[in-house]
Nanobody, 128 residues
Framework: QGQLVESGGGSVEAGGSLRLSCSGPDYLFGRASWAWFRQAPGKGREGVAVIGPGGRDTDYADSVKGRFTISRDVDKNTLTLQMNNLKPEDSGTYYC?????????????????????WGQGTLVTVSS
């Protein structure tokens, strides 16, 4: 109960696409902000995209704007990250996270410690 589970990671060549999914419990969807973070070996956890509780507010890291899209399906309790035109620097372990505070998306994108629910991560590898 309360567990977040990611799927959809894999290996692709630069320019390719991947679609990550995260499933979670009923009580969180529609009541929490959701985010995708990533972590490359030897680096800190980086915010990639955030979507607010209402599903309308979103924010993205500058490095992924125009290439990644975050969305959620409340009926299916699923968070999605569509990643297009992938680059080698997008490689890393991707984590979904949920936060029930009312912080703005722009703030949450930069503060992983604000999130109290995390998935186990899914690995994305982009080759050049």
């Amino acid at each position: 109960q309360g567990q977040l589970v990611e799927s959809g990671g894999g290996s692709v060549e630069a320019g390719g696409s991947l679609r990550l999914s995260c499933s979670g419990p009923d009580y969180l969807f529609g009541r929490a902000s959701w985010a995708w973070f990533r972590q490359a070996p030897g680096k800190g956890r980086e915010g990639v995209a955030v979507i607010g509780p209402g599903g309308r507010d979103t924010d993205y890291a500058d490095s992924v704007k125009g290439r990644f899209t975050i969305s959620r399906d409340v009926d299916k309790n699923t968070l999605t990250l569509q990643m297009n035109n992938l680059k080698p620097e997008d490689s890393g372990t991707y984590y979904c996270a949920a936060d029930r505070s009312e912080y703005r998306c722009s703030y949450l994108l930069t503060v992983p410690d604000a999130f109290d629910k995390w998935g186990q991560g899914t690995l994305v590898t982009v080759s050049s």
